[in-house]
């Protein structure tokens, strides 16, 4: 399960995305907008997202996508 992956494993592990792919969240990291564990949860909900889109591994949009919910909060029922 994504929610089990250790962050070390989704970062630096045979999970670590090419460069391209994580350079909108390396770049938030790098200014401090995410903290380090920030980074982990995003890289967890990235690879639900490619998940559900049906991607092998996440692309740059679904780590966008993952990015947006963590600065928005979530996404609320209507």
């Known amino acids: 399960m ?39 949860r995003c890289l967890r909900v990235a690879w639900t997202v ?3 889109q049906g991607h092998e591994t996440p692309t740059a949009d679904d780590l966008g996508v993952a990015l947006s919910l963590r600065n928005h909060g979530g996404v609320r029922a209507a």
């Open 2 to 40: 994504n929610a089990q992956a250790p962050g070390r494993e989704l970062r630096d592990g045979r999970f670590r995305l090419p460069a391209r792919v994580r350079s909108t969240i390396d770049r938030a990291l790098d200014r401090g907008d995410l903290t380090l564990r920030g980074y982990d």
């Open 50 to 52: 490619a998940d559900l």
